[in-house]
């Protein structure tokens, strides 16, 4: 005889690994750490200063 299997349950760890895997692709593609968040704003900031002080004043 087969063994019974609750539907139910089934249902939900079917869907609960089909989330974990949707996460964890979304963040390869999108997440980043605090540390690199960081490290980007402050090479935006300095790129920013740099073009800024290039600047022409016009008369």
């Known amino acids: 005889m ?19 895997s949707e996460a964890d692709e979304n963040a390869v593609k999108f997440g980043r ?13 300095r790129a920013r200063k740099t073009l800024d002080a290039h600047k022409r004043e016009e008369p």
Do not use: F, P
């Open 33 to 45: 750490t605090k540390a690199q968040k960081t490290a980007e704003e402050a090479a935006a900031e």
């Open 2 to 20: 087969a063994d019974l299997v609750n539907l139910n349950r089934a249902r939900k760890l079917r869907d609960r690994t089909k989330k974990r």
